[in-house]
């Protein structure tokens, strides 16, 4: 499966990476960015008066790709809510998991 890992908050970054690490999820790029309420705020004045709004609030996160498995991605996610962070019930983070037809190298 490919895994696209969307976390909205820069502030669990390092704690995803291990997780993910730990789960044997390894091989992956990580893209930093911000969000699209972040960037109409910013670029369209128009849109100013929404910056109380809960979706403009979110200013910066990341996209993590990489070859995983459920089961590793369970396993991770596992181990945050161990830790005390649940990432899917705050809705902090949102997973894609795809599964790949063919692999061309």
């Known amino acids: 499966m ?3 890992f969307h976390l909205y908050s820069d502030k669990y970054l390092d704690d995803v990476i291990l997780a993910l ?5 390894e091989d992956t790029i990580v893209l930093s960015g911000e969000t699209l309420g972040q960037r109409i705020l910013f670029d369209i004045p128009l849109f100013a008066s929404f910056k109380d709004s809960p979706d403009m ?12 498995t459920e089961e590793e991605i ?32």
């Open 57 to 68: 609030k979110q200013g910066y996160g990341n996209v993590i790709m990489g070859i995983a």
């Open 74 to 105: 369970n396993f991770a996610l596992e181990e945050l809510v161990n830790s005390g962070l649940n990432l899917l019930k705050n809705k902090l983070a949102r997973i894609f998991l795809l599964p790949i037809e063919q692999v061309i190298e």
């Open 2 to 4: 490919y895994m696209i």
């Open 21 to 25: 690490a730990e789960a044997g999820v």
